[in-house]
Nanobody, 115 residues
Framework: QVRVAESGGGLVQPGESLRLSCAASQSEFKILHMTWYRQEPDEERELVATITQDGITQYADSVKGRFTISSDIAKRSVYLQMNNLTPEDTGIYYC?????????WGQGTQVTVSS
């Protein structure tokens, strides 16, 4: 069973930055891609950014130009640099690790953007 753990959330003011980290435990299978999602209360979980094993990235329109996803495949880790945060970025951020046969989710880390 692969364990996934996020870290780096917190309370920041609008315009500030945060860097989220996610690490997955070892597995016999390689990682195909890693994805960050976020979820606000009473809302569906939405994709924020994803990165493939080849480094191809994709972002939600709402975060393009502000967020940057990166990864270290050897460490089975993915990061999300979030700049110029707004209150609309508030939510629980989840990391999903995709291997050939299944996905693994972390427990999430809370990000709150408020003045």
């Amino acid at each position: 069973q692969v364990r996934v753990a996020e870290s780096g959330g917190g309370l920041v003011q609008p315009g500030e930055s945060l860097r989220l980290s996610c690490a997955a435990s070892q597995s016999e299978f390689k990682i195909l891609h890693m994805t960050w999602y976020r979820q606000e209360p009473d809302e569906e979980r939405e994709l924020v950014a994803t990165i493939t094993q080849d480094g191809i990235t994709q972002y939600a329109d709402s975060v393009k130009g502000r967020f940057t996803i990166s990864s270290d495949i050897a460490k089975r880790s993915v990061y999300l640099q979030m700049n110029n945060l707004t209150p609309e970025d508030t939510g629980i951020y989840y990391c999903k690790i995709t291997e050939p046969y299944r996905d693994y989710w972390g427990q999430g880390t809370q990000v709150t953007v408020s003045s």
